[in-house]
């Protein structure tokens, strides 16, 4: 759901529709409605968005206990997320003005999108985005329409009936941004990890999910709230991390931290 380049979107686009199309497919055929998988797109040029692959340096020896004991997000302590204090249209707020509640709030937010609910999704936007992002609102619900029309339904509307969505943050990276007039720790780019799974009307499991997907948000603390914003000061600064594995020194090294679920 961030905003990057088109082609980043619409490959993401395509994964999710991959995941989720004959679970999809199947609720609208049984409505009367055959439902299709707009898989077009060339891959080859943009920005993917996804984290690089390359290979890095030996891993630190701070980061173990010698060789062969490379600390790993498996092996090293996880992330508590902060709970939030509030609820409005759908999406949690009272986070702290700390990194820790940037990353919790970015973590909130994409569990709880309406990502295949325009309507929904347009509440849940306007609570969290910062006013000095004009457009990107509107560039989000373009985003969620084209999904909703790559499987076949009209451009906007409610998700289809019976059909479920759970979308879970494994890892998560984040990284404050050094901007001019600006407090370090005020504006925060934060990585995501994450898996997405339907459910059928009759229950059904997803039977191929989107799992290890990665997207990005820019935080930015703003009357007292973290705010979504791509102004082009911050969003010039994003950095790229190596692909999350959970059991990859590079992936520690480079900042990746799992999510904790339950004490």
Do not use: C
Not at 40 to 58: L, R
């Amino acid at each position: 759901m961030t905003v990057d380049a088109h082609d980043r979107k619409a490959r993401r686009a395509k994964l999710t529709l991959i995941g989720l199309g004959t679970l999809v497919g199947a609720a609208l055929v049984g409505g009367g409605v055959t439902a299709f998988l707009l898989l077009g797109g060339d891959e080859s040029s943009g920005t993917s968005g996804k984290p690089s692959a390359t290979a890095k340096p030996s891993p630190s020896s701070s980061a173990g206990n010698g060789a062969g004991k490379a600390m790993t997000p498996e092996k090293a302590q996880k992330m508590k997320l902060v709970a939030p204090t509030g609820q409005k249209n759908g999406v949690s707020t009272g986070f702290p003005h700390t990194a820790m509640g940037a990353m919790s709030a970015a973590v909130y937010f994409h569990e709880e999108y309406a990502w295949l609910d325009d309507q929904k999704a347009r509440q849940q936007l306007e609570v969290v985005t910062s006013p000095d992002a004009p457009g990107f609102i509107d560039e989000q619900i373009s985003e969620v329409r084209k999904l909703r029309e790559g499987v076949g339904l009209p451009p906007s509307g409610p998700a289809p009936v019976g059909l479920t969505f759970t979308t879970t943050v494994e890892a998560v990276r984040g990284r404050s941004i050094r901007a001019s007039g600006v407090p370090l720790g005020d504006v925060v780019h934060v990585w995501l990890n994450f898996d997405r799974y339907a459910t059928s009307p009759d229950g059904g499991p997803d039977k191929d999910p989107l799992k290890g997907d990665a997207t990005d948000y820019i935080l930015k603390w703003q009357d007292g709230a973290w705010r979504l914003t791509n102004e082009p000061q911050y969003w010039s600064k994003r950095t790229f991390p190596v692909a999350y594995d959970k059991d990859s020194p590079y992936a520690w090294d480079d900042g990746w931290w799992q999510v904790r679920r339950a004490d």
